[in-house]
């Protein structure tokens, strides 16, 4: 039986660059120990938001194992980097990364089948996966590069029962879907994290553990309030909500570069250097949004924890 995986936060961890456009691993132990400031549960190491596409296979390995190796016994590790097309490539990939420490390695679902094939395809790949790979605990990331697929409460259940399967980042944003989801995978292993804000706190309510998503790397204080006290002070959980819900479509303005710029405020003393984005596309306007931000989130938590 895989081991169990912590409820809670799990931050999607974006990868800081020096100006020269190398990886600064100076900036990654900050984020690190900002993540523990902040409270949170786990690091979810290798992932979209980590840029693991525009990284080489050697540097996402080496950002593992330096995750891995810098981050405190408390926090817990998941890592995905499997980006190679050849199966035989993702193995040794995903290998690598559970043999570098991860307490679970999370596989892409758009890598389990094509676009144009179905779940019968994907069950059969991921059957192979785990004969080939040797770990205790599995994930699945809803990951939208280069497609999204959604998997099944049906194929979920039967990831769920081999025992092997520990977390799944939901990525539907559907109250609906997650219901089915939870329902499929109840009385095993299988945790379920939503990745959307807007919908987290009824997600919570219907069974779902917790938060991974791109917030997290705005104010991840928060969501861990949310995820620790929704069911003691459900009054003040909807306030909680209403502001993330709110304040989630901040996403969509020039991330990973914004997040980043959001760190920097918050004393994480990084660039906005991305490989994906331009961070020139942070215009005077939009570094004036994203101070703005900030500013009204630390309104926010001195009204709401009164310090």
């Given at each position: 039986?895989?081991?169990?995986?912590?409820?809670?936060?799990?931050?999607?961890?974006?990868?800081?660059?020096?100006?020269?456009?190398?990886?600064?691993?100076?900036?990654?132990?900050?984020?690190?120990?900002?993540?523990?400031?902040?409270?949170?549960?786990?690091?979810?190491?290798?992932?979209?938001?980590?840029?693991?596409?525009?990284?080489?296979?050697?540097?996402?390995?080496?950002?593992?194992?330096?995750?891995?190796?810098?981050?405190?016994?408390?926090?817990?590790?998941?890592?995905?980097?499997?980006?190679?097309?050849?199966?035989?490539?993702?193995?040794?990939?995903?290998?690598?990364?559970?043999?570098?420490?991860?307490?679970?390695?999370?596989?892409?679902?758009?890598?389990?089948?094509?676009?144009?094939?179905?779940?019968?395809?994907?069950?059969q790949n991921i059957e192979y996966l785990l004969?080939?790979?040797?770990?205790?605990?599995?994930?699945?990331?809803?990951?939208?590069?280069?497609?999204?697929?959604?998997?099944?409460?049906?194929?979920?259940?039967?990831?769920?029962?081999?025992?092997?399967?520990?977390?799944?980042?939901?990525?539907?944003?559907?109250?609906?879907?997650?219901?089915?989801?939870?329902?499929?995978?109840?009385?095993?292993?299988?945790?379920?994290?939503?990745?959307?804000?807007?919908?987290?706190?009824?997600?919570?309510?219907?069974?779902?553990?917790?938060?991974?998503?791109?917030?997290?790397?705005?104010?991840?204080?928060?969501?861990?309030?949310?995820?620790?006290?929704?069911?003691?002070?459900?009054?003040?959980?909807?306030?909680?909500?209403?502001?993330?819900?709110a304040a989630s479509t901040f996403e969509c303005?020039?991330?990973?570069?914004?997040?980043?710029y959001h760190m920097k405020l918050e004393g994480?003393?990084?660039?906005?250097?991305?490989?994906?984005?331009?961070?020139?596309?942070?215009?005077?306007?939009?570094?004036?949004?994203?101070?703005?931000?900030?500013?009204?989130?630390?309104?926010?938590?001195?009204?709401?924890?009164?310090?």
């Open positions: 039986m895989a081991k169990e995986i912590a409820s809670g936060v799990w931050p999607v961890m974006i990868t800081p660059f020096t100006e020269d456009n190398r990886i600064d691993y100076d900036g990654v132990l900050k984020i690190i120990e900002w993540y523990d400031k902040m409270g949170v549960d786990g690091i979810f190491a290798m992932c979209q938001s980590s840029e693991m596409f525009e990284l080489t296979p050697q540097e996402r390995l080496e950002l593992i194992r330096f995750v891995v190796e810098h981050t405190p016994k408390h926090i817990g590790i998941i890592a995905s980097g499997h980006c190679a097309e050849k199966v035989e490539d993702q193995i040794r990939e995903a290998q690598a990364a559970i043999d570098a420490g991860v307490g679970s390695y999370v596989f892409i679902s758009n890598q389990f089948a094509k676009e144009d094939e179905n779940e019968d395809v994907a069950k004969d080939h790979i040797e770990a205790e605990s599995f994930g699945i990331y809803e990951c939208p590069y280069p497609y999204k697929r959604l998997v099944s409460p049906e194929l979920l259940k039967w990831c769920a029962e081999t025992g092997k399967f520990t977390f799944l980042k939901d990525t539907c944003c559907d109250v609906d879907q997650l219901h089915a989801k939870v329902e499929a995978v109840k009385g095993t292993p299988m945790k379920i994290f939503n990745a959307n804000g807007a919908t987290l706190l009824e997600s919570l309510k219907m069974g779902c553990h917790g938060y991974s998503g791109v917030m997290a790397n705005f104010h991840p204080d928060l969501y861990v309030w949310l995820c620790r006290n929704f069911e003691k002070e459900p009054e003040r959980a909807e306030i909680m909500m209403n502001y993330l819900g303005q020039v991330y990973p570069c914004n997040s980043k994480v003393n990084i660039t906005t250097k991305s490989r994906r984005q331009d961070d020139a596309l942070l215009t005077p306007n939009r570094l004036l949004e994203v101070e703005q931000f900030h500013a009204h989130t630390e309104y926010f938590r001195k009204t709401f924890f009164g310090k």
